[in-house]
């Protein structure tokens, strides 16, 4: 009996200038190297199938069931500023929609899966290194409620790509709510093209933001909620130490998911100049860039919708305008909230932020690491002492306080903001447990630590070995428990084991 996949792919009846149909190159013998079992569950599709010959031959792009599209889209994009008026799918192909079980259409996409029209001269396949750093910050990103592409598998093709050398090939299956971009409507507004702008943000609307739908002027409420959802994305991504790395128009996603996960990393000391990416040689990506960035990013968003959101080109202008500062609204907001109850605050009081800012500020002078300093914070909460001692000294004797002040060279800075710290506690009604509980519920004791990526890929790349993959994949799988076991995943790099620089690997 055949297994049917219920492809229903409304991208493909777009006209055909928004893609390329396109069928993946098959490869020589594949092999299975991970199924996510979870994700494939909520798509509605059967492991089984999946990881037998059949579904091996569909994540490998070797065949592709029937309904399947096979499409590669069009998009443009400002790269580090500079404006390319046509980039597309160079080595993604999507093979077709889902509508999951909770009723949300899903895009599945072959990562890898060979040459497009829009490959430009390129290979169009992936190398296993790249695509094990996608599966594992992507699905690590999802543990940490983030919003984010997810990866349902990853593929092991028997053939080499040729990069700085020759390195084993894989295909990754990438699952999005869509692969629609700034630079999607970017690449038709450079064209001068108002109907297909027009299309596409009636396909975004029905897709995404359906209550834009029924607004007095839709296209403006499809602003509004772009602008709302990258702010609101961006402060997660600051509130964990993530560093896209790459942040041009093109892996910007209107639906607010994290996109195309290159050259990415996360923060080990804090530094808000932090930059890993090794293309991004100026630092217009670095770390504590990203908030602009993306104001900038759907600034060209906006540009693109202006003839939709009126035919006076003044008042389109002052509309966008307009819309354009809720984004510094969303993201103060969720930051500002996400950073008060990283230090155990959840009522508002004044000087809250700033409280915060103090730390981090501690922080960067002494390099401390970032995801270590606010889970062993955590800890401090949890002293009885803590919530009564206005001097903080009985607390900064406990052990957790001990640990917190091996991160910090200036230690009687760190005592002066421990006292203002358990004195603004006195304020909130939760007990010293609930307070170091809700601590620990955002802030991670276990992050994709460069160095532990990088030991993943040079054992799959240079001894075909996947076991430092899988345990690291379950340790992520869990970020906010405490697993003794797995101390060693916790610890911040020692100086032989610091990465300072990653890579894109296209």
């Known amino acids: 009996m055949s297994y049917t996949i219920p492809f229903d792919t409304s991208y493909a009846r777009l006209p055909e200038r928004f893609y390329a149909r ?73 093979i077709g929609e889902i509508v999951d079980r909770n009723g949300i259409r899903r895009d599945i996409q072959l990562k890898g899966g060979g040459p497009t029209r829009f490959s430009r001269g390129g290979d169009g396949r992936a190398a296993i290194g790249p695509v094990l750093r996608e599966y594992i910050i992507s699905e690590a990103m999802q543990a940490l409620g983030i919003p984010t592409t997810r990866a349902l598998a990853a593929v092991t093709t028997g053939q080499v790509v040729l990069r700085e050398g020759a390195l084993p090939g894989a295909v990754l299956t990438r699952v999005a709510s869509s692969h629609i971009r700034v630079g999607t409507f970017q690449y038709f507004a450079a064209r001068g093209d108002d ?61 607010g998911e994290t996109i195309d996960y290159g050259p990415c990393a996360f923060l080990d000391e804090y530094d808000p100049r932090a930059v890993f990416s090794s293309i991004d040689r100026m630092g217009r990506y670095a770390y504590g860039n990203q908030p602009a960035i993306g104001e900038w990013n759907v600034a060209r968003f906006a540009e693109c919708l202006l003839p939709l959101i009126s035919d006076d080109d003044d008042q389109a202008v002052t509309d966008a305008t307009e819309s354009l500062t809720g984004y510094a609204d969303a993201f103060e907001r969720a930051y500002r909230r996400g950073l008060r109850h990283k230090i155990g605050l959840l009522a508002e ?76 506690l006195q304020l909130e ?15 991670p004791a276990f992050v994709p630590r460069n160095h532990r990526v990088e030991e993943t ?32 995943y916790a610890t911040p790099p020692s100086p032989e084991e610091r990465v300072t620089q990653t890579f894109c690997g296209t």
């Not at 009604?429 to 802030?443: E, F, H, K, L, S």
Request: hydrophobic share 45%; with cysteine.
């Open 429 to 443: 009604p939760a007990t010293p447990a609930a307070r170091a509980a809700a601590m620990r519920a955002v802030n």
């Open 457 to 488: 890929i040079r054992a799959a790349t240079e001894h075909d070995d996947f076991g430092p993959f899988e345990r690291l994949m379950t340790v992520l799988s869990r970020p906010f428990e405490d697993h003794p076991e797995n101390a060693a």
């Open 22 to 94: 396109t069928q993946p190159t098959p490869v020589t013998s594949p092999r299975l190297v991970k199924l996510n079992v979870a994700l494939a569950g909520e798509l509605g599709l059967d492991p089984s199938f999946l990881s037998g010959d059949a579904g091996l031959a569909m994540l490998s792009g070797n065949a592709l069931p029937g309904g399947a599209a096979g499409i590669a889209t069009a998009y443009a994009g400002h790269q580090f500023g500079g404006f390319v008026p046509q980039l597309g799918d160079g080595r993604a192909i999507l």
């Open 195 to 255: 109907e297909a702008v027009r299309l596409l943000a009636d396909h975004v609307i029905a897709r995404h933001y359906p209550d834009a739908a029924d607004a007095s002027n839709p296209y403006r409420a499809l602003l509004d909620g772009v602008v709302r959802a990258q702010g609101e994305l961006i402060a997660q991504w600051l509130l964990v130490g993530f560093i896209h790395g790459v942040m041009n128009t093109d892996n910007c996603s209107v639906a």
């Open 349 to 424: 009081h004044a000087g809250d932020v700033e409280l915060a800012q103090d730390l981090l500020n501690l922080m960067a002078s002494s390099a401390a690491d970032f995801t270590s300093t606010f889970r062993r914070l955590s800890g401090v909460a949890d002293t009885a002492e803590a919530a009564q001692a206005t001097d903080a000294a009985s607390a900064e004797g406990s052990a957790d306080a001990a640990s917190l002040r091996e991160l910090f060279a200036d230690q009687a800075a760190l005592s002066a903001w421990l006292s203002r710290w358990h004195e603004r």
